[in-house]
């Protein structure tokens, strides 16, 4: 189960940090992710991490301005968003995929065995 927290109202510019607890003991094996849903779009992937954070990844619209982070110890991914623009505003939802210790971070959804209840981003301008 994937807890997702940390959303809200920010400021075009500014800071905000999402996270996402995973309950069971599996959650050092799953690769992470964080997709977002705008309203009448599909749901979009935003940026993954590995089991042991040797890979990240990024879509292009938000590279060099978020960063995805976990900790095994605690459970948890984050997902820093820095300069957040109105049109990153969505409901942001991270999602966990099992699989082997080589296991890649994927932008299709499909590919995700969890996902949590996502927490909804609205950037001001």
């Known amino acids: 189960q994937l807890q997702a927290s940390g959303g809200g109202l920010v400021q075009a510019g500014g800071s905000l940090r999402l996270s996402c607890v995973a309950s069971?003991?599996?959650?050092?094996?799953?690769?992470m992710a964080w997709f977002r849903q705008a309203p009448g779009k599909e749901r979009e992937f935003v940026t993954g991490i590995t089991w042991n954070s040797g890979r990240t990844s990024y879509a292009d619209s938000v590279q060099g301005r978020f960063t995805i982070s976990r900790d095994n110890a605690k459970n948890t991914v984050w997902l820093r968003m820095n300069g957040p623009k109105p049109e990153d505003t969505a409901v942001y939802y991270c999602a966990a995929r099992e699989g082997l210790l080589n296991t890649v971070v994927s932008e299709d959804l499909q590919r995700y065995d969890y996902w949590g209840q996502g927490t909804q981003v609205t950037v001001s301008s």
């Open positions: 069971g003991p599996s959650f050092s094996t799953y690769v």
